[in-house]
């Protein structure tokens, strides 16, 4: 028997994980768990707390609850644009109008859509939990960290993803920012490859640069420290070392061939994405 559990609030909804841990199931939308668990002993669904639905510009950062939905956050113009963008181009408008980015993120694909654009923004994810006398306890988990491979993320039985927390700075001023996803058709069909990029340039001067490929490998790739070398060049000293900054980003690159595409092919665009936007 399924026993299905129906929270009115955040903090029932932690006191029922906190009790039941890996034998629950979280449901918001349902578009990626439902596929993965055909069946559950128990399932706390989400999707009705408006604790979770809120999205926000406190300080330094923008949240967005976990349970907004993709076909929400497209219509909010706090939220990026280049991830606004990036949503448009997910699966259907049936499954934007359910599916959320926190249950991107929780997949842990490395086709997932969101990621790289939220891997250069150095986006955090925050988790709750009930304390012993129930109150809610948070962890701060960059998306580096949380992600830890295909379907493998750092989220204890106790937990729920509560929101996606993204530094205001990682958008605001830059004055290039890039997303691009390949893949049979526009939408309705998972990346081959994906690309993110983003960057501030000011008298003539590079002082901020983020990449993040998606499918290149078991999680997004992205190397802060082969950015730390472009940052502070000049654009004409930018286009004189771009050969070299390619061959580096060639090299940490590990596609995979499938039935979705080649390794050749994930490679060489990876790499043409990586040329027109480096400019």
Do not use: W
Request: net charge negative; aromatic share 4%.
């Amino acid at each position: 028997m399924v026993n299905a559990y129906y929270p009115e609030s955040l903090a029932e909804a932690l006191s029922v994980k906190k009790e039941k841990q890996n034998d629950a199931v979280l449901v918001m939308g349902g578009s990626d768990v439902m596929v993965i668990h055909k069946t559950a002993e128990n399932i706390i669904y989400l999707s009705s707390l408006a604790e979770l639905k809120t999205v926000e510009e406190d300080g330094d950062f923008l949240s967005i609850g976990a349970g907004c939905t993709y076909a929400e956050l497209i219509e909010d113009e706090r939220v990026p644009k280049v991830l606004r963008d990036t949503m448009r181009e997910i699966a259907s408008p049936a499954i934007r109008n359910v599916g959320t980015v926190a249950g991107n993120v929780c997949n842990a694909s490395p086709a997932g859509d969101t990621l790289p654009v939220l891997y250069a923004m150095d986006a955090v994810v925050v988790v709750s939990s009930a304390g012993e006398n129930g109150e809610v306890i948070e962890r701060r988990i960059p998306i580096e960290d949380f992600i830890l491979g295909i379907r493998k993320i750092d989220l204890h039985p106790d937990e729920i993803v509560t929101r996606i927390e993204i530094p205001q700075a990682s958008y605001k001023g830059m004055t290039k920012l890039s997303h691009t996803k390949v893949g049979a058709r526009k939408a309705e069909a998972i990346a081959k490859l994906s690309f993110a990029g983003i960057c501030k340039v000011q008298d003539d001067k590079i002082l901020d640069i983020r990449i993040a490929f998606g499918s290149v490998g078991i999680t997004v790739l992205r190397r802060k420290d082969i950015e730390e070398k472009i940052v502070g060049l000049s654009v004409s000293e930018l286009s004189d070392k771009k050969s070299e900054i390619i061959s580096e980003y060639d090299a940490v690159l590990h596609p995979i061939s499938d039935q979705r595409s080649s390794e050749i092919y994930r490679r060489k665009v990876c790499l043409n994405l990586l040329d027109e936007f480096l400019g």
